[in-house]
């Protein structure tokens, strides 16, 4: 039985990392209010050549998936969604990434395609900062 669950869990180990997305508002952002982790939010478009890039290669490397599953809460919106939030970020450009705290402050946007390089380092970057907002927070 122990070899059993001994082989199943390195299975599991060895499976890529996938981003467990959001696709509801209300329940990301409740999400991250109960467990201090800023909001990642993803807005993409179907017909968006660099969203579909980022989709399969910078949010599909296991690394990056990691650290946002972690780290994040992440919520992937349609840019067509008639949304207050999108208008009120002034969402024009596809795909678009942005870090709220759970103060509701945005900490970062990033327009455009990213790697996954790049990404992890500004995610890696963003970490401490939002860590010290939680801290303020009694969190």
């Not at 409740?30 to 800023?38: A, D, K, Q, V």
């Not at 939010?41 to 290669?57: I, P, Q």
């Amino acid at each position: 039985m122990l070899v059993l669950l001994a082989t199943a869990g390195a299975a599991v180990a060895d499976e890529p990392a996938e981003v467990v997305w959001h696709t509801d508002l209300m329940t990301a952002w409740s999400t991250t209010c109960r467990e201090g982790r800023p909001l990642l939010l993803f807005v993409t478009r179907d017909d968006c050549h660099f969203c579909t890039k980022m989709k399969a290669g910078t949010y599909a490397d296991p690394a990056v998936a990691d650290m946002i599953n972690r780290g994040f809460v992440p919520l992937v919106l349609d840019g067509r969604a008639k949304l207050p939030l999108l208008a009120e970020l002034k969402v024009n450009l596809y795909p678009s990434t942005f870090i709220i705290s759970p103060q509701a402050v945005v900490l970062a946007r990033y327009h455009g395609y990213v790697s996954p390089d790049e990404l992890a380092r500004r995610l890696a970057a963003l970490r401490p900062a939002a860590d010290v907002a939680n801290m303020a927070q009694g969190r």
